[in-house]
């Protein structure tokens, strides 16, 4: 958290509250401060407080109806219905989950206006929920999070099956994701993945351990037909990344009407089998299917042929069974694989051996940015939670469920 | 090689010969054939030999003057001097070197007109040039190669400090390079290595023998500053996969007047030091220095700081010791070496087990479209070797010496 000399903290066990005063006091000494940052990442920029946020805390509710009509608006596919909001002088109780992404504690902590809650465990973010309050900055669900006072869950991700999403919309609790945020890190985790198995790096990495001078016959980017499926903010980010590889790239959409990225062609998901068989690399970069089921079978894996995969999605999107298969006894060159059906990754499972294989740990999304990045959708969230504008990332709106 | 039933062959103990027969009998066995190409690649495509060529075998020698004047042209550095070349029909005896990269044998000896020899081992490559031999096809140099009938080295490396090049010169031999045919494949495996850093993709593959699910920070290419040392060929080739990647890219060259790529910053070598102090990433893609001396010594390691090297140009270029003393106890975040200043890197090295390391055997070069890259070299030099065009890769005027 950024030291200021005019927030105010108190400690209970394992649970830190913070205040941080009203805007502009917090604003002014933040700026004051001159924190140098966290982790080489630029303090965050806080533009100085408008005169319009000086009125008082008490200002009519009539004034924060528009947004509240946007939400509801017909485009809205989520049961969201209206709950009380608070002008921008009135502090608002925001739970930190102890797990979190790289810098969010830090610059959501740096926000103004807020009563900042960082329990240390599960218990306490339970707690703190219990104890009034109202946003959950989380990635992580627990049932215990549920509470009355409960308004809005603010995920840092991007997926969003871990939450009871039905359940929430029905408490009138708003879901908003980081959708977007991951984007550049995911894209280049991605590549990072294609080409440590073109360029045979898991293997070459492994062989350290002996000392071990084996050189394999590597291949190219350059000239493969590349499929991106479940094309989005990441996929895009990703296309954008293969300018001047000389690589062919198609995108996969559930529905390729809505697309308006850089890929030119985009096939419909009902395509995916006869796109396999075109491409030489697969990049999973879609949601989990609503249902849980996989994208990625056997079929589409025999299609698919001697080329590769690379999954920064959902686990559950390939059939590790039928992956596993294809890379003992089919064609399958390598995996690259950043997401399980079930993380951590059991100490049992094939994939740890396979040699075909790189096992990444889930961290595609990591990166010192983050919570510089992540910080600016919460920020316009949080003006929108106080009746001063639109959500971004709202789940069931701009998020499709 | 390719099948071609219209080839002879005949073998001795440890060598093979094979005649190629006339230009156009052994294109047309080869189209006819229909060979489905190896490794994935299509097969040459050799075009129909042209009408002109079937001339006699005793065409006069005034025509390949004009080939021999351009090779003594002023812009000439080496003292090659003219030598008997022979027309298109006349057989070139041809020795390929039985370590050669993917695919150079197999497209070398689809070409016309040549006597292809094939020995399995050193000593069958020295008999075979003593036999008569007037081009050797290899990137390895053994004394035992010299032989008065030894006129041309083609070399599939871009490198050439093995070959002995003033004594090579000195008895009138070619030496031509593969300076170029390695740029796609060289970038594209210097792009993996860098990744590998910022991913962590290293660490990530050791952990799978434990089957450890350990979650680093890892960081980005986006919004770095790259400095690409060397920058020639290899540079150019990665220069240009950087697009859409956000980096800032900046080239070291030893005379910047005589770049002409995609670069727009390109740095003397006097500048060095300037430049890693800049720099969060260093990539080494020049051959060796002309003395062997180290580019990157301990004051360039500590002014890049906290930063990631890649180096695919030579081992020499890094003084190892001072790496691994930077990786030790210095802030560089991390190495990815292809090149060693011994090969292959001694199993006592302690870059095997540094933990902020990827060592890669020295494959950046491997791709299955080598040969048929290299053939197209190979093919141009054939010609002006026959007195029938331009060199290309012509070490001591295109390669500066």
Request: with cysteine.
């Amino acid at each position: 958290m950024f030291a200021s000399s005019r927030s105010r903290s108190t400690t209970r066990a394992g649970v830190s509250i913070t205040s941080t005063g009203s805007p502009t006091q917090a604003a002014g000494a933040f700026i004051m401060a001159g924190s140098p940052g966290i982790c080489g990442v630029d303090p965050p920029s806080l533009a100085p407080v408008p005169e319009e946020w000086n009125i008082p805390a008490t200002r009519p509710p009539g004034l924060v109806i528009p947004a509240l009509l946007r939400m509801m608006a017909p485009n809205r596919a989520s049961p969201l219905a209206p709950h009380p909001t608070k002008g921008p002088a009135m502090s608002i109780s925001v739970v930190l989950h102890p797990k979190l992404p790289e810098g969010v504690r830090e610059y959501v902590s740096a926000l103004p206006g807020l009563q900042i809650v960082t329990p240390q465990d599960d218990e306490g973010v339970a707690r703190a929920l219990q104890d009034g309050g109202e946003v959950l900055v989380s990635f992580i669900w627990n049932e215990s999070y549920l509470s009355p006072s409960l308004k809005w869950v603010a995920s840092p991700s991007a997926g969003f099956d871990q939450f009871p999403v039905a359940e929430l919309h029905a408490r009138d609790v708003v879901i908003t994701t980081g959708a977007g945020v991951h984007a550049d890190a995911v894209a280049e985790h991605a590549f990072a993945l294609m080409l440590a198995l073109t360029r045979n790096l898991g293997t070459a990495a492994r062989n350290m351990a002996e000392a071990k001078w084996q050189r394999p016959l590597c291949d190219e980017v350059f000239g493969k037909k590349i499929a991106i499926v479940g094309i989005g903010r990441i996929g895009d980010a990703f296309a954008r990344r293969l300018d001047g590889w000389g690589a062919e790239v198609v995108g996969v959409k559930r529905n390729p009407a809505t697309y308006s990225g850089p890929v030119e062609v985009i096939h419909p998901v009902s395509a995916l089998r006869e796109v396999c068989d075109w491409a030489d690399i697969l990049i999973l970069t879609s949601p989990a299917q609503v249902d849980g089921s996989a994208l990625i079978g056997a079929a589409e894996l025999e299609a698919l042929g001697a080329g590769w995969i690379v999954n920064i999605g959902r686990g559950s999107l390939i059939d590790e069974t039928a992956l596993i298969a294809a890379l003992d006894s089919g064609e399958l060159r390598g995996a690259g694989l950043d997401v399980f059906s079930k993380e951590p990754l059991p100490a049992d499972s094939p994939l740890w051996t396979s040699p075909k294989v790189l096992v990444s740990p889930h961290v595609a999304g990591s990166t010192p940015a983050f919570g510089k990045r992540y910080v600016k959708v919460f920020e316009t969230n949080l003006a929108a939670y106080r009746g001063q504008g639109e959500w971004m990332n709202l789940l069931g709106r701009d998020i499709p469920l």
